[in-house]
């Protein structure tokens, strides 16, 4: 049974900084696609990045939505099969729950299919005051 768990979300003034994890259990996160997704009140799920299998010598390529390019960074620590998501320079926009998420198929791994993955956290509130 696949289960994600999020956490570290939290309360930050625009420009902060905050670290979401998500730990993974009954599915290799470096084996899969994964990506993180957020969703604000009355708005569209929206998927904000995906990290690749990882292949020999590449822990795997990444790609992020054009609105948090720069600022965010996603990755893994393989060894805690766990899924991170670092948020620099937050701004009140990126204002939402967010989910971590992972899917079986291996191809079309981009940021906009990852709220259709397979499997998803139950989320972490993210909330930045101007």
């Known amino acids: 049974q696949v289960q994600l768990v999020e956490s570290g979300g939290g309360s930050v003034q625009a420009g902060g900084s905050l670290r979401l994890s998500c730990v993974v259990s009954?599915?290799?996160?470096?084996?899969?696609?994964m990506g993180w997704f957020r969703q604000a009140p009355g708005k569209a799920r929206e998927g904000v990045a995906v990290?690749?299998?990882?292949?020999?010598?590449?822990?795997?390529?990444?790609t992020y939505t054009d609105s948090v390019k720069g600022r965010f960074t996603i990755s893994r620590d393989n060894a805690k099969n766990t899924l991170l998501l670092q948020m620099n320079g937050l701004k009140p926009e990126d204002t939402a729950m967010y989910y971590c998420?992972?899917?079986?198929?291996?191809?079309?791994?981009?940021?906009?299919?990852?709220?259709?993955?397979?499997?998803r956290g139950q989320g972490t509130q993210v909330t930045v005051s101007s």
């Open positions: 998420a992972a899917r079986n198929d291996r191809h079309a791994c981009l940021p906009s299919y990852v709220p259709a993955f397979d499997y």
């Open positions: 009954g599915y290799t996160a470096s084996a899969g696609c």
């Open positions: 990290i690749n299998p990882a292949v020999t010598n590449s822990d795997g390529w990444t």
